[in-house]
């Protein structure tokens, strides 16, 4: 059993950045560095949306249109952590955010059956 525990959100203004964490417990027998994460959003009145996603450490990335160029993945090994790097927030990047973690090896996944552990979420408020 995986926990992962999200933190860094809050209420910042458009433009601003911000940066999440998403620090793991729990995985034992296997290197943390070789699960594949991923964070998602769910804003207010809609469903959870992939965000972005990373197969392992130092391996591929991927980010869904909206957030290309403003928002990275990265992780920190030696902390069991994910962050997500968010810059040149907008109003509609409002939502809960959510991390993920797959049990799979070689993944890279914009779905959410294709996770397997999750955070409770941490909100993020963008003012106009």
Request: hydrophobic residues 30%; glycine residues 12%; positive net charge.
């Amino acid at each position: 059993q995986v926990q992962l525990l999200e933190s860094g959100g809050g209420l910042v203004q458009a433009g601003g950045s911000m940066r999440l964490s998403c620090a793991a417990s729990g995985p034992s027998g296997r290197t943390f560095s070789t699960y594949p994460m991923g964070w998602f959003r769910r804003a207010p009145g809609k469903e959870r949306e992939f965000v972005a996603a990373m197969r392992r450490s130092g391996g591929s990335t991927d980010y869904t249109d909206s957030v290309k160029g403003r928002f990275t993945i990265s992780r920190d090994n030696a902390k069991n952590t994910v962050y997500l790097q968010m810059n040149s927030l907008k109003p509609e990047d409002t939502a809960v955010y959510f991390c993920a973690i797959s049990r799979a090896y070689a993944l890279l996944s914009r779905l959410e059956g294709n996770y397997d552990y999750w955070g409770q979420g941490t909100q993020v408020t963008v003012s106009s």
